[in-house]
């Protein structure tokens, strides 16, 4: 019996041989790396509230801070709020908080929100757009955070994958893009 850690069998997966990284993107995330010597290394995937960057969790809760924000009449207006509103089934922003904060905390609930921001920022909304790039330049930065931490040579390959990849074309080309750029 050979028992080992999923991000070791999806870091083979990715590339069998030489040093690899991968960037799982769905409710949470987490970043990994396998070096020459066969190490592993890791950056987020630390939960919501430490360090899921990327994550669905994380473009919903930024996406609902931007709609509370729009609320009080501090931040800027969104079609997040309708569109949350609509998904939510309710008609006040305030509203929000019975589900949010009364029940179990719950980040896939929160991450079920976040193709709704990716969808909206896709239409142009610009607080959507600003949400979207802000997470990006996140991964961006974990990503490149890991192959220094792992002492990758340049060039090594980076694999992404996980829901918000699959399902999210938008997402995926301008992550793509960041990467690709640096």
């Given at each position: ?88 089934g309710v008609t006040e922003v305030p509203e929000f908080l019975k589900f949010l904060y009364v029940s ?67 997402y995926f080309e301008k992550l793509r893009e960041s990467i690709e750029a640096n």
């Open positions: 019996v050979f028992v080992e850690s999923d991000a070791r069998q999806t870091l083979r997966a990715a590339n069998p041989e030489d040093p690899v990284v991968i960037g799982l993107l769905g409710t949470g995330s987490a970043f990994f790396a396998r070096c020459a010597d066969r190490s592993v290394h890791r950056t987020c995937g630390w939960g919501g509230l430490l360090g899921d960057v990327g994550s669905g969790f994380e473009l919903a809760k930024q996406g609902f801070t931007a709609v509370f924000r729009a609320f009080d009449r501090v931040g800027p207006e969104t079609s997040l709020t309708q569109k949350f509103c609509e998904m939510a179990t905390f719950d980040p896939a609930v929160w991450a079920r929100y976040a193709p709704t921001v990716l969808r909206e920022a896709s239409k142009g909304d610009p607080v959507s757009l600003e949400i979207v790039q802000h997470e990006i330049d996140q991964v961006c930065s974990s990503l490149f955070g890991l192959t220094a931490k792992a002492e990758l040579p340049q060039g090594t390959e980076i694999f992404l994958t996980g829901g918000l990849i699959e399902e999210g074309k938008f």
